[in-house]
């Protein structure tokens, strides 16, 4: 039985009736066929080229997706037809917004397609079946992480929040930021794991783009699944408490000898997560001054770490990669932009296109002192005095978190400006204080 009511979604007539002219199923997998789960599990580890499971290991692992939408394409006719040719999954989440609010999103993961029918429209049917659920479950936007960057853009997509992975050269990376008076304790990852999720829902208030996890994500990061206690015995697990003894963050690493020399370990940092700034400072200090370590590298950080301004040598945090992360797709813009707060007062005028028709048209979106703000459709002229914009859906959605600047999309062409200085206002408006991130893949 789907366990709430989303699950229930049915794929669209529109893109159903596309694919069965070409010989192909469309229509949600049954939770409750224990088969279609299975292959519709395998079929999406094979999309992303991971390893067949075992037999064994399917209801586990299959444990998420019971919170999940899924749907799935079959070809009645392929030597295997039980097994989908497609995959896609969905379910609702929260998003942290600028000015420590939320929202509602669509997440949308695992969209597969066979090699042996990709480029026949199938993932295009399975992108608009989700931007339909989506919008009929309410929800004002629809997010994803993505394995080509070429490929969601021309379903209105794009990128709001990005990652950046360092390499810390350790000794040359001496600490200079404070001490704080609470302490790192080397703790147990099992009693650490029943801690991390109150932990982290404190620390991702004020980060936008962070999502909700799940609990089978976080059994995973503890190497507590089946097909991660394998990796258990290297992971180290350290927790920060405050001077009242209240945990505020922790950190799980790996430890591998590189090469012969005994003094030249590499740190792999797999979580930091610190709810407050004390937090984030004992926690890096403690890695930055472990014994027989050379380097520590980590990834899906933010591009502005405070880190930087926390060792002597600020040449020895090196970023090795920035990538997109996380991509945005407004669907509903007043709803969307209500949900999130403001760094001015003031008010912007925006003329959204959307090759879609799902959220084009001119608004008005006013942001008060208090940091809360109020967006609606706007009919004939924009008011004498307001900034204003012209962009497409992909650039709103990029302008969402606060971490893309108008003024970069406006020289670089993919916003107008319709009145001067119109997108330095706009940046005065959204831009976020914190750099937006998301932490987790999904
Ligand atoms: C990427 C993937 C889902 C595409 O599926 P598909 O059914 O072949 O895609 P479609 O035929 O529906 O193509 C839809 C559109 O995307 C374009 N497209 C498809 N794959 C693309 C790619 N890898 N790069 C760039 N564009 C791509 C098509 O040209 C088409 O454009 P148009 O509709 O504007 O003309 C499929 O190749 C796949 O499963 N790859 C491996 C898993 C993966 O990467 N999934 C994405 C997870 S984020």
Redesign the pocket.
């Known amino acids: 039985m789907p366990r709430h009511p989303f699950q229930s979604l049915p794929v669209p007539a529109e893109q159903a009736s596309t694919l069965a002219a070409r010989g192909l199923r469309f229509g949600l997998v049954d939770l409750d066929d224990e088969a279609q789960c299975a292959a519709w599990l395998r079929a999406d580890l094979r ?2 080229y991971a390893d067949d499971p075992e037999d064994g290991e399917l209801a586990d692992r299959f444990t998420p997706f019971r919170d999940s939408r899924l749907a799935a394409v079959w070809d009645d006719s392929a030597a295997d037809s039980a097994t989908p040719v497609a995959t896609v999954s969905s379910w609702p989440t929260r998003l942290t917004t600028p000015g420590e609010r939320d929202v509602e999103a669509w997440a949308i993961s695992s ?3 066979a090699p042996t029918h ?7 049917a399975l992108l608009e079946s989700e931007l339909t659920a989506a919008r009929e479950h309410g929800a004002p936007l629809a997010v ?1 992480t ?3 960057a ?2 969601y853009g ?1 379903f209105g997509f794009s990128p709001a929040a990005f990652a950046a992975s360092l390499s810390i050269e350790q000794r040359r990376a001496t600490w200079s930021g404070s001490v704080p008076d609470g302490r790192v304790h080397l703790v147990e990852r099992t009693v650490l794991r029943e801690q991390a999720p109150e932990i982290e829902r404190r620390a991702r208030r004020a980060v936008p783009g962070e999502v909700d996890r799940w609990p089978r994500l976080w059994d995973r990061m503890f190497a507590l699944t089946g097909d991660t206690k394998k990796d258990a015995g290297a992971l180290r697990a350290v927790r920060y408490d405050d001077g009242t003894g209240e945990p505020q963050g922790f950190a799980l690493y790996r430890v591998a000898e590189q090469g012969s020399d005994f003094t030249k370990h590499r740190v792999t940092v797999t979580e930091l997560i610190a709810a407050t700034p004390d937090a984030y400072a004992a926690l890096w200090r403690y890695l930055l001054e472990l014994d027989l370590v050379s380097e520590i590298t980590v990834g899906l950080r933010s591009v502005d770490e405070p880190l930087r301004w926390q060792v002597a040598d600020a040449r020895a945090v090196r970023t090795t990669d920035v990538t997109d992360h996380l991509w945005v797709r407004i669907l509903d813009v007043p709803a969307a932009f209500a949900a999130r707060g403001y760094a001015a007062e003031g008010s912007l005028v925006l003329d959204v296109d959307d090759p879609d028709g799902i959220a084009g048209g001119r608004y008005l979106l006013t942001a008060h002192s208090d940091g809360s703000g109020e967006c609606a459709p706007l009919d004939g002229e924009a008011p004498d005095g307001s900034a204003h914009l012209a962009l497409d859906v992909r650039a709103l959605g990029s302008l969402y978190l606060g971490g893309v600047s108008a003024s970069t999309l406006a020289a670089a062409g993919r916003i107008t400006e319709q009145t001067p200085r119109a997108a330095v206002a706009a940046d005065a408006l959204l831009r976020s204080p914190i750099a937006p991130r998301l932490s987790i893949w999904f």
């Open positions: 999309g992303f969209v597969t397609v990709r480029r026949r429209g199938i993932a295009r994803l993505v394995s080509e070429t490929i021309r």
